[in-house]
C-alpha cells in the first residue's frame, strides 16, 4: 500500500528558506501515471495547491507562489522535495504531500506537517 | 483561473438528515471536480472524482451530480462519522483551486 511521509523542520525563522521532503514507500515515484504535489492548510483556513512535479522532473507551480517555490525530485530516494524562500507568518501552515493520478484528484495524502514560521 | 464558491460554509443537521452542499466554479469545466472529506488533525479524504465517480469504499449514501458549472454532494441519511468538512476542487486545469470548505457539525 502506497504511503507518503513528509518531514522536515517545524519551525522557521522568517526570511529563511522552508524546506520539507515527501518520502514515498511502498510503491515507485516513476510511475508514468501520477504527478507529486504539496498542498497547504493555513490554521483554520483552507487548502492551497502549491504545486506539483512528474518524475521527469517537469514542475507547475502556483503563480501566488511560484518566485519562491521550487520543488524538485529524487527518484533513486523515492522522495521528492518542497523549498519555498523568504517565507513570513502567512507561510506558517500545515503541509501535505499527495499523490496526483490522471484524473487530477489527490487520492493519496501524507499525514502532513505543520511548519511554523517564527523567530 | 478557475474559481470556485462553495456553500454553505457550514451545517447544522443531525443523524438521519439528508444535506447537501453545492460548489459553483466559475467557468463550465465538464466533470473535472472532486470532493474531500476532512477530519480534525487528519489530511484530507479522496471522496469523490469526476463529478460523480466514487472512490473505493465511499459509502452508498453519498452521491454527487453535475449540472452546467453547479456540482452537489449529497449525504442521504447523515451517520455519526459523516460529521467532517467537506471541500470541492476543480481539476479542469493549473493552478488547482479549493473550494472554501462546508463544515458539516451535529445539531
Known amino acids: 500500500q502506497l504511503q507518503l511521509q513528509e518531514s522536515g523542520p517545524g519551525l522557521v525563522k522568517p526570511s529563511e528558506t522552508l524546506s520539507l521532503t515527501c518520502t514515498v514507500s511502498?510503491?515507485?515515484?516513476?510511475?508514468?501515471?501520477?504527478?507529486w504535489g504539496w498542498i497547504r492548510q493555513s490554521p483554520g483556513k483552507g487548502l492551497e495547491w502549491i504545486g506539483h512535479?512528474?518524475?521527469?522532473?517537469?514542475?507547475y507551480y502556483n503563480p501566488s507562489l511560484k518566485s519562491r517555490v521550487t520543488i524538485s525530485i529524487d527518484t533513486s530516494k523515492n522522495q521528492f522535495s518542497l523549498k519555498l524562500t523568504s517565507v513570513s507568518a502567512a507561510d506558517t501552515a500545515v503541509y501535505y504531500c499527495?499523490?496526483?493520478?490522471?484524473?487530477?484528484?489527490?487520492?493519496?495524502w501524507g499525514q502532513g506537517t505543520m511548519v511554523t514560521v517564527s523567530s | 483561473d478557475i474559481q470556485v464558491t462553495q456553500s454553505p460554509s457550514s451545517l447544522s443537521a443531525s443523524v438521519g438528515d439528508r444535506v447537501t452542499i453545492t460548489c459553483r466554479t466559475s467557468?463550465?469545466?465538464?466533470?473535472?471536480l472532486n470532493w474531500y472529506q476532512q477530519k480534525p488533525g487528519k489530511a484530507p479524504k479522496l471522496l469523490i472524482y469526476?463529478?460523480?465517480s466514487f472512490q473505493t469504499g465511499v459509502p452508498s449514501r453519498f452521491s454527487a451530480a453535475e449540472s452546467g458549472t453547479n456540482f452537489t454532494l449529497t449525504i442521504s441519511s447523515l451517520q455519526p462519522e459523516d460529521f467532517a468538512t467537506y471541500y470541492c476542487?476543480?481539476?479542469?486545469?493549473?493552478?488547482?483551486?479549493f473550494g472554501q470548505g462546508t463544515k458539516l457539525e451535529i445539531k
Open positions: 499527495a499523490r496526483e493520478w490522471d484524473q487530477r484528484a489527490f487520492d493519496i
Open positions: 511502498g510503491g515507485s515515484i516513476s510511475s508514468t501515471s501520477y504527478y
Open positions: 512535479i512528474y518524475y521527469s522532473g517537469s514542475t
Open positions: 467557468q463550465n469545466i465538464g466533470r473535472y
Open positions: 469526476a463529478a460523480s
Open positions: 476542487q476543480p481539476s479542469y486545469s493549473t493552478p488547482y483551486t
